[in-house]
């Protein structure tokens, strides 16, 4: 198996950093969870080093810790989960790879450029022992990681690289797994001059043509024409706290309303919650995040996106190749079709 440097780093999240230090980055919504956590961790300081039994308020204040976390993280807005699916410590594409299957070999390339996308990552693996081609969006772990993967905004190359890949599971017969997790393509001039909208365009088009199955699954942001480039599927999973939209919230508002700071209420219109999506049909499946959001414990997030990964394959590869795309066809000419009751 090929280990990349982001597995030893979710190794080292994961299995040796305290939960105190995992969770060391506070978004603005924890900071009453972050000040009660304080305040036990001062109590306990105190009393061992005065010799007190206060093991009957410890339990009671770790009990209202446990339940404010519950409830602070059941009622999230979309701008708050938004904040969460931006989280730097959520796990990446690598991550959930090197987590979830048993070999991993990275390629690269998309025989056209000379170039590799760092932004869109893909290769083979096994799952389960099953092989299967997986590729998704890259961010990066720290500001120079950032901006060596280009903050997971892959480039027209890097969606070539993606059909190419993809094609290559067609022809051999191996299911596709996609993760999704970018704030769109990159839009600067150089990758409109490679052809951006085309290579997106062209990914539409082809991924709806392929006789293997395709499970897609947005583990993070999905922002935009740069997801949709890897995201038509015969099945579109999310987690819990992840989000799905046209544009983001921030530019949905600087557009409508010439001023970004209306990004909550934008993010609110949008409707870009997994649950949202859930409701309108798009969804095919919701994945709940352990309590805190996938970064608190990412080993159970991959559990659970396994999980699904498998049973969603094993369902799909009961149906031929004609009957997998005709349910392909069928689910996307669905989606926006509503019934306008007489007035």
């Known amino acids: 198996m090929a280990w990349s440097t982001d597995y030893f780093v979710f190794i080292v999240f994961s299995l040796i950093m305290a939960p ?13 969870l972050a000040e009660l956590e304080a305040r036990i961790s001062q109590i306990r300081e105190l009393a061992e080093k005065n010799d007190v039994d206060v093991s009957t308020q410890l339990r009671q204040l770790e009990a209202r810790a446990t339940h404010l976390r519950q409830e602070i993280f059941a009622n999230l807005t979309p701008a708050q989960r938004l904040q969460v699916a931006r989280h ?46 997986i590729l998704g969006h890259q961010k990066g772990r720290d500001t120079k990681d950032n901006v060596a993967r280009n903050f997971g905004m892959a480039s027209p190359g890097g969606y070539r690289k993606a059909m190419r890949l993809m094609r290559h599971a067609d022809r051999f017969s191996m299911p596709i797994i996609t993760f999704i997790d970018t704030p769109g393509a990159y839009p600067g001039y150089e990758a409109e001059e490679m052809g951006q909208g085309e290579a ?47 544009a ?14 209306r990004s909550a209420e934008a993010a609110e219109a949008l409707k870009i919650t997994s649950w949202d999506l859930k409701q309108l049909g798009i969804l095919d499946q919701l994945l709940p995040e352990p309590v805190g ?27 031929t190749p004609e009957a997998r795309q005709q349910v392909r066809y069928q689910k996307y000419r669905k989606i926006g079709v509503f019934a306008e009751a007489a007035a």
Not at 94 to 108: G, R, S, V
Not at 256 to 261: I, Q, S, V
Not at 293 to 311: F, M, N, S
């Open 20 to 32: 105190t230090e995992r969770k060391s980055i506070l978004l603005s919504f924890e900071k009453p």
């Open 88 to 133: 730097p410590r959520r796990p990446s594409t690598l991550d959930y790879i090197q987590a979830i299957t048993d070999e991993w070999i990275e390629l690269h390339g998309d025989r056209g450029s000379g170039k590799d996308d760092p932004a869109l990552v893909g290769g083979v693996a096994r799952l389960e022992g099953r092989p299967v081609v």
């Open 200 to 246: 997106i365009a062209y990914n539409l088009r082809e991924m709806f043509a392929l006789q293997v199955p395709i499970v897609c699954t947005v583990i993070g942001e999905g922002g935009s024409g740069g997801a949709l480039g890897i995201g038509v599927g015969d099945r579109l999973l999310m987690f819990e706290h992840s989000v799905y939209t046209v």
């Open 248 to 261: 983001s919230p921030e530019a949905c508002a600087a557009i409508l309303w010439k001023d970004a700071g």
């Open 293 to 319: 959001g996938a970064h608190a414990d990412p080993l159970q997030a991959a559990e659970t996106l396994k999980q699904a990964l498998v049973e969603h394959l094993a369902d799909l590869s009961r149906l």
